[in-house]
Each structure stands twice: as C-alpha cells, then as structure tokens.
Nanobody, 121 residues
Framework: QVQLVESGGGLVQPGGSLRLSCAAS????????MGWYRQAPGKQRELVAT???????NYADSMKDRFTISRDNAKNTVYMEMNSLKPEDTAVYYC???????????????WGQGTQVTVSS
C-alpha cells in the first residue's frame, strides 16, 4: 500500500513561517497530483493548494499570496512553505496524493495522518 507522512508542523507566532513536508512511500508506480488540505476545529476540511507532476499549481484564493507549494518527484515528496502566518491558519494540515500503484490500475487517493499548525502569540 501507500503511506503519506507529514512533518514540519508546530507552534509559531503570527507573522512567522513554517515549512511542511509530506513523503509518500510504499507500492508506487507513479504519482500524479499532490496537495495540501487543512481542517480547523469545527470546520470542514478545505483545499490549501495542489501541484501536478509537471509543476502546475493551484491555490485557494486566501492563501495564494502567502503559501507556496512545491514537490520533488524523485523523492515523492511535496512541500508547503507558509509565510506571514495568521491565527486563522491554525489547523491540522493533511497531505493527499493521486497515486497509481501499477500501470493498469486506477489511481488511489491516500491521506496522511495530518500535522498540527498552531499560530499564536
């Protein structure tokens, strides 16, 4: 199977920065899109950003000026650089990927376990 493991979350002051990482491992033939989502307490999970294997990115409007998604295809890893963090960015951040485990099977969409980001003074 395929596992996604996030890292890099933590406590940061307003205006600070964090860099999240998510590494995919397991039975991987190829990975198409990878992305970050977040879920704040009492709210639904929402899209933060996605990136294709070719590097095309897509951001939620409220984050496109502060967050930057990137990936290293050789390492099956996606990153999220988060700058100018605000208290409202506090959430659990989840990684997701579109993964084919063999050439002929349909993709699967595993999730990571999430990493907590807390923005507070």
């Amino acid at each position: 199977q395929v596992q996604l493991v996030e890292s890099g979350g933590g406590l940061v002051q307003p205006g600070g920065s964090l860099r999240l990482s998510c590494a995919a491992s397991g039975s991987i033939f190829t990975i198409y899109a990878m992305g970050w989502y977040r879920q704040a307490p009492g709210k639904q999970r929402e899209l933060v950003a996605t990136i294709t294997s070719g590097g095309t990115t897509n951001y939620a409007d409220s984050m496109k000026d502060r967050f930057t998604i990137s990936r290293d295809n050789a390492k099956n890893t996606v990153y999220m650089e988060m700058n100018s963090l605000k208290p409202e960015d506090t959430a659990v951040y989840y990684c997701n990927a579109e993964v084919k485990t063999t050439r002929y099977q349909r993709p699967i969409y595993p999730w990571g376990q999430g990493t907590q980001v807390t923005v507070s003074s």
